[in-house]
């Protein structure tokens, strides 16, 4: 069974363009999260949600937008993408505490 | 803020032992984790210390000395499969946050 899943895993755009990248967890999960990792493989957090509610918003454009549609999911929507919007999204999940959490495979987003 | 710090390369042969540091520096400390990241794939979680010492799990151990604000994390009896980044990780200290802030990595090759 998969414990997080994202879709897709690949995503190839150009700039300008809107896009969905869309996350599930399984493992019952109160928390989920969206990481961005770039090309030197730094890994950032962006966005996290508890019970559907933002828990944390960090320095990122308002391009990028979490929707929860409930407890299992949480989509990351990108407006007017750009060149430097490329990078591997990940999504990931934790329940109680926040040091060990359950990672998806990735969505690698490249903007041309 | 919080800032860590760990080196960038490691290698090591077949068989050995490796050591991968990580200091930290963070406004408030809730525990240092470590994840391992193979090249195209997902983050995994490894281990955590909340409290001063070694925690072991198989042939991976994770050290911490609060004082010090340093933790380690030991690979014994090094496999090829161990070639990998690994990532130590404390918790971020948003307004309401659960989130991690990771160091930037350490690439570790093990040669035959």
């Known amino acids: 069974d998969t414990a997080v899943s994202q879709t897709p895993k690949y995503l190839v755009t150009q700039m300008g363009n809107d896009k969905s990248i869309k996350c599930e967890q399984n493992?019952?999960?109160?928390?989920m999260y969206w990481y961005k990792q770039d090309s030197k493989k730094f890994l950032k957090i962006m966005f996290s949600?508890?019970?559907?509610?933002?828990?944390i918003n960090e320095t990122v454009p308002n391009r990028f937008s979490p929707k929860s549609p409930d407890k299992a999911h949480l989509n990351l929507h990108i407006n007017s993408l750009e060149l430097g919007d490329s990078a591997v999204y990940f999504c990931a999940s934790s329940q109680d505490t926040e040091y060990e959490q359950y990672f998806g495979p990735g969505t690698r987003l490249t903007v041309t | 803020g919080q800032s860590l710090e760990q080196p960038s390369e490691v290698t090591a042969v077949e068989g050995a032992i490796v050591q991968i540091n990580c200091t930290y520096q963070t406004s408030g400390f809730y525990g240092l984790s470590w994840y391992q990241q193979h090249d195209g794939g997902a983050p995994t979680f490894l281990s955590y210390n909340g409290l001063d010492g070694l925690e072991e799990t198989g042939r991976f151990s994770s050290f911490l000395s609060r004082s010090d604000s340093y933790g380690y994390l030991l690979l014994q009896e090094l496999q090829m499969k161990d070639s990998a980044s690994y990532f130590c990780a404390v918790r971020d200290h948003g307004q309401a946050g659960t989130a991690l802030i990771f160091g930037k990595g350490t690439t570790l090759s093990v040669s035959s």
């Open positions: 493992l019952g999960h109160d928390t």
């Open positions: 949600y508890n019970n559907k509610e933002l828990i």
